[in-house]
């Protein structure tokens, strides 16, 4: 079903509210919610909703979302996300690091005890907007095996780092240390879909494309050794670091078992410390350009960088409507219906 945005966004505020969270945060999720669902990124959209839905109702996500700063001094910035909702915490943790990259070039944040934050190229794309490099990185809960072996320990822990472009849409990159996030099994799983070869191992360490095995197994990490190792620094930067969980401590969001214990870094480097905005925007546009316009392997009409077929899809998507999954507009109506809201997520 296609739906439009304006209607998506408004659907989610309302059912946030009901749910008990704040206006402001409530527009806030929605919003990074929308954001996600128009690029594409399905898994980290309005599917989310029925799994803020059910911790509420254990009592495994404190909503209102109320932060609380630990460390404000210079260019760091330590926030404890109080088991609040993820995105929440990210955001203020990227509007703090904005702010202070203006007066000290360069910032970190880390955010201890919080959950699930969403796409991390909403926070990173703040950055670039304001003329910065933003740098967003978060761990999760053990799905990824570390190299050689057949057991999850890390998790498939995101990274993202965009870059402003003069006249153009932000360069971004978004992916994860896994060759496919644990969300994607997931949802080949409610499509009742296999999963392509390469992307998981079984519980007894033999590769899989049963979704429903690969959860009981392990995602594999991007180029071998180098996703390891990619993935075991966020964890120690994110979890270890930030005072937060890591390793095989961290739970996972998508069942009502525990509070995740989930952490993240943020970074915003101020483009003018180095040379003028304008120039870099301008180097990086002609550096864009040159990539696409490099010799193209046998069969490829066009190379994308980063981040501009998501960008393409959210222009297509505002247009023509958002692609939502039958099976979660049902999940969400049902919410809808239980807390008295007489809205509906209708088709466009």
């Not at 496919?180 to 392509?196: D, F, V």
């Not at 010799?295 to 980063?306: D, H, Y």
Request: proline share 4%.
């Amino acid at each position: 079903m296609k739906v439009a945005a304006d209607h998506l966004m408004e659907v989610i505020t309302k059912l946030l509210q009901a749910i008990g969270a704040g206006d402001k945060e409530a527009r806030l999720v929605a919003k990074i919610l929308v954001q996600a669902d128009l690029r594409g990124i399905r898994t980290h959209g309005c599917a989310f909703l029925p799994l803020i839905a059910e911790r509420c109702a254990h009592g495994l996500l404190n909503i209102p979302t109320k932060t609380m700063l630990i460390t404000d001094e210079g260019a760091i910035t330590h926030i404890d996300g109080n088991n609040g909702l993820g995105q929440v915490a990210a955001a203020e943790a990227m509007q703090l690091s904005i702010h202070k990259a203006r007066n000290h070039g360069v910032t970190l944040a880390l955010i201890r005890n919080t959950n699930h934050i969403g796409f991390l190229g909403y926070y990173t794309l703040m950055a670039a907007a304001e003329g910065m490099i933003g740098i967003c990185a978060t761990n999760a809960a053990a799905s990824v095996a570390p190299w050689g072996g057949a057991e999850p320990f890390f998790g498939s822990n995101p990274f993202s780092i965009a870059a402003p472009v003069a006249n153009g849409a932000p360069i971004v990159l978004d992916m994860s240390a896994s060759v496919a996030a644990r969300g994607k099994i997931r949802r080949a799983q409610r499509l009742n879909e296999n999963i392509p070869e390469g992307w998981a191992l079984d519980e007894t360490g033999c590769p899989t494309t049963d979704p429903a095995e690969a959860l009981k197994g392990t995602l594999l990490p991007i180029a071998g050794y180098k996703g390891s190792g990619l993935a075991l620094f966020i964890d120690l930067m994110c979890g270890l670091l930030s005072g937060s969980k890591y390793g095989r401590d961290l739970l996972t969001f998508h069942k009502p078992i525990g509070p995740t214990g989930v952490g993240a870094m943020l970074m915003a480097i101020d483009i003018g410390r180095f040379m003028p905005l304008a120039r870099f925007e301008t180097l990086v546009n002609e550096y864009a350009a040159a990539i696409r316009n490099s010799k193209k392997a046998v069969g490829v009409e066009r190379i994308f960088l980063p981040g501009e077929i998501e960008a393409e899809k959210a222009d297509a998507s505002k247009s023509r409507g958002i692609e939502v999954d039958s099976q979660i507009i049902e999940k969400i109506n049902v919410l809808l219906e239980q807390k008295d809201l007489a809205i509906r997520i209708e088709e466009k």
